[in-house]
């Protein structure tokens, strides 16, 4: 697919507790819509799709691909994201892509912490070492749902750790321990994301990284998911033809939810006795 035939961009995303999503077309975002649900997106997402796509006076021959958040997040919201953007997809016939929830959250604060509009030519910081962003989604039980991602100086995105749930304390020592091991060539980090919960940790990140001869700049960030970052994460996999199979896109779990935990714990149980 090239830049020509992409087409608008239908974005969106319910992997917490708000729903975001956003229409992208031709490198310009035509409008987008950030809206608390409060975890309910089964009785508003279909009605808010609708409502961005008139007010972008957008038709459904319109779009040209659906991107949708596929987590990790809450796992009801990622299901009805998830569910809806393939039923979508089938119904009118457009590609699909997913795009991490969690990087989503990187990409759109890094950004918007360092001033640059999505979109525009790569940030270019000639000599100077990669930003590294941490996104931050509580998972409770101090864990947190968080993967590693890093601009390099010349403007390139790329992972490093992939999505997953960790705890909180051990994940910023693994991130301490790997910046010291990367000194003077990691610059900044940065965690964005839902901090309520874990802001404690992420401070005691700071004072690592401080105190260990400036191994690199921490900053936190607390940030809300923007339908924007996940449309322009998804216009690139359409270039690069990282098309979803409709039917077989599941959203990233990354571990079970509590009750088939608890199920499965149960059914355990009852198996031995």
Not at 21 to 28: F, P, S
Not at 89 to 94: D, L, P, R, S
Not at 209 to 221: K, P
Request: aromatic share 6%; proline share 3%; net charge negative.
């Amino acid at each position: 697919m090239t830049e020509r035939n992409v087409g608008p961009v239908l974005a969106f995303d319910t992997s917490t507790a708000a729903f975001a999503a956003a229409i992208l077309d031709k490198g310009r975002i035509l409008g987008d819509m950030q809206s608390m649900a409060e975890r309910n997106h089964s009785v508003h997402v279909i009605t808010h799709i609708k409502q961005l796509m008139e007010q972008c006076g957008v038709t459904s021959k319109d779009v040209g691909a659906i991107a949708v958040g596929s987590g990790p997040g809450s796992y009801t919201g990622m299901r009805i994201a998830v569910a809806a953007a393939k039923t979508l997809a089938w119904v009118w016939g457009k590609p699909l892509v997913g795009v991490s929830s969690l990087e989503a959250i990187a990409y759109g604060g890094w950004h918007h912490a360092a001033g640059v509009e999505l979109g525009a030519d790569p940030y270019s910081r000639a000599g100077e070492g990669e930003d590294w962003v941490l996104p931050i989604m509580d998972a409770r039980r101090g864990q947190v749902y968080t993967g590693g991602y890093a601009m390099s100086a010349g403007g390139e995105w790329s992972c490093f750790a992939t999505d997953g749930v960790r705890l909180m304390q051990d994940w910023v020592d693994r991130i301490a321990g790997d910046a010291a091991r990367e000194r003077g060539h990691v610059k900044r980090i940065w965690v964005v994301g839902d901090l309520a919960q874990h802001r404690e940790q992420a401070e005691r990140l700071q004072a690592i990284c401080g105190d260990n001869e400036s191994v690199a700049e921490v900053h936190l960030l607390p940030y809300e998911l923007e339908g924007r970052a996940v449309a322009w994460l998804g216009r690139e996999r359409l270039l690069r033809g990282e098309i979803a199979d409709t039917h077989g896109l599941t959203p990233n779990y990354t571990q079970l939810a509590e009750a088939e935990v608890n199920l499965r714990a149960k059914q355990q149980g009852e198996a031995k006795s």
